[in-house]
């Protein structure tokens, strides 16, 4: 009897998506095309696949909404990219949207439209000002939605349609929202816990009240607003970062942030801290009030600021970005003896060439390696300090170098897909 062939309807759906794995977009339509099965196969693989599934500019656009129309319905999370490209040659959108509406595992949705360029210089474009406003109409009722990004020009989408969801836990807004139309998503979305946004027309203290769950923002600062004071009365927020304070030095506004999160101490939950404008000494003097911090990340004008922080005693993680080559070795020396503990120090400076001798000589004196891991130490240069040589220069037990800091990089616009 002649062995029986193997093809490829014999294989089990495990082996079928493997091979899926090392297959094109094109080849993905025409498998889930072929057969019922093959089309399980893909949707049930499709988590795999596509983990973010992405609909952008390119000329496989085609494709990736056949594509979408298969699998839709357990995709996890979006990306909806409107640029001209995709507009071209026309968008299906009443077909795109109706299957939106039946998105049921969708739990995280960005929206982008064009590239920054595009989005400062656009044109009027009703077709693309259509699927915005008629895909955030889709999104309104879907039952695990809970994250949302929109990088969007001011009048390309209403606000309108956010204030209609009831569920997001985290919100990503890259673009202008007046602050009454950011009240009334907040109002509407109760337990919103990570807000991000680009810029506030209006006093963004007015949120305070409709934001008792918020963990995390991100903002900038402007001269134009009164006050920021009021975002230390939010009870549940653990971090807050401000984008740039658009201002001249010393900031007013910073300072008086701070000064009203030490009047909160002790009930405050605030965590972590991150800046991206550079603080001077005056300015640092009153972020050291704030010693329940367990997590810094800033730039400074002067090393002398970096002494001030030995108040911090609570904190685990310091991210330091200097100017200046070889400044802050003796400063941040200091910091180590005083802040206990401290899990990760990372400074953007060339230190001096004995920093790292010197500061295993400190943590042989302050750290219990029995109850503490290794200190991370990130500085710009330290690995060539720390090559193979006659004498091993790190202890393994006190300290771990690192050859790159992803907590030095500049922070995105919106949350991360």
Known sequence: MA???????????????????????????????ACTRFREALRDWSYVLY????????????????????????????????????LQGGFPVDQFCNHV????????????????????????????????EKTFKALEHLPKLKSISVTCGANSYDASCLIQMKCLQELSLNTKIAAEDLVEICKSNANLRVLWLREVLGELNDIVPHCQNLEEIVFPMFSSHTTYAGLAELPNIKKIVIKSTNSTSPCAKLIELFSAFATQRQITQLQSLILLSSLNFEETTKLIELKFLKELRCSFEDASCIDLLTDLTELEGL?????????????C????????????LHINSNLSTDFVDKALAVLRKVRNTEKQKPLQLYSTGVMHLCEEGEEKLVDNAYCSIVNHSEYLRPLPWRLSI
């Open 3 to 33: 062995a029986h062939q193997l093809n490829i309807l014999d294989l089990n759906d495990y082996c079928l998506g493997r091979i899926l794995k090392y297959l094109e977009i094109e080849d993905h339509v025409n498998f889930g095309q």
């Open 51 to 86: 983990p973010v599934f992405e609909i952008k500019r390119s000329e496989d656009i085609k494709l990736q909404l056949k594509l979408f129309f298969v699998v839709c319905d357990v995709v996890k999370k979006l990306f909806l990219d409107i640029g001209e490209s995709s």
């Open 101 to 132: 509406q039946s998105m049921d595992s969708l739990e995280c949705f960005i929206i982008n439209e064009g590239s920054g360029l595009g989005r400062m210089f656009k044109t009027a474009n009703p077709v693309r000002d259509r699927i915005i």
């Open 319 to 331: 991210y330091i970005m200097l100017g200046r080559s070889g400044a802050g070795s003796k400063e």
């Open 333 to 344: 020396l200091n910091v180590l003896k005083s802040c206990k503990k401290l899990q990760r």
